[in-house]
């Protein structure tokens, strides 16, 4: 089995890779650093040697980076079973207070390359029986939160891409899962002092992920709500 994950070397993009890893997929990753592509395919190769690793650094408010991921993809894998868009731009600001270009370079990680990169996996890189794509969305896309309003704006778009992606596929085998997730201890709480079990964890994400890859051919899970036991932060 192939995949693809996007925003693959922190966080939740790299629990989904070691996971995935773990259970025989091959994977083509992205992330901003090359140094970290690079530390993370070559630590997965030395574990995994059967399997094969892609990376490439990729900017993903880029057009032609996210054109040249794609191209890279199918380049290394032919073909793939999965793709999680992972990847997202976190910029935490009011509404009235944030900078002009905060909702535009959200807009271009969080929407628009799941966007292309959704388009050009079902019609360059799928098997001809089914795939499977996942949208990693945000409790934000049920609650808007005014301390990250653009967020909360992209993130809402991305669940409506997710639907809307579900419905045109519904006929053709590929399944279509939104995963929202609550504050998931990542790097945007880099230096919080509150404990983890406040969290939703990483692996946690990718356990989901993994479970839904597990079922039959028949059953697609529509949405994944994660959230903190102990309420939102």
């Keep these: ?44 190769r030395e574990k995994h040697p059967a399997l094969k690793f892609f990376g490439q650094a990729a900017d993903l408010e880029v057009e032609v980076d996210v054109a040249g991921f794609a191209a890279f993809v199918q380049a290394n894998l032919k073909n793939a079973d999965v793709l999680i868009n992972n990847a997202g731009l976190f910029i935490p600001s009011g509404l009235m207070q944030e900078d002009d270009k905060t909702l535009s370079r959200q807009m271009k990680v969080n929407v628009y390359t799941p966007h292309y990169l959704s388009k050009f996996f079902v019609k360059n890189l799928v098997p001809k029986k089914g795939g499977h794509i996942f949208n990693i969305c945000s409790i934000a896309s049920l609650t808007p939160l005014t301390a990250c309003a653009s967020y909360s704006i992209t993130k809402s778009a991305l669940l409506t891409l997710t639907k809307l992606l579900r419905e045109e596929l519904i006929h053709s085998g590929i399944k279509v899962t939104a995963v929202l997730p609550g504050a998931t201890l990542t790097d945007s ?45």
């Design 1 to 44: 089995m192939n995949a693809i994950v996007t925003g693959a070397t922190k966080g939740i993009g790299k629990a989904l890779v070691e996971l995935l890893a773990a259970n025989n997929f091959n994977v083509a990753l992205c992330a901003r650093n090359s140094a970290e592509i690079e530390t993370f395919v070559k630590e997965l």
């Design 189 to 233: 709480w880099s230096g919080t002092t509150l404990p983890p079990e406040r969290f939703v964890l990483p692996r946690d994400v990718a356990n989901a992920v993994l479970n839904c890859l597990s079922m039959s051919a028949g059953a697609n899970v529509d949405e994944i709500v994660i959230r903190p036991l102990q309420g939102e932060i």
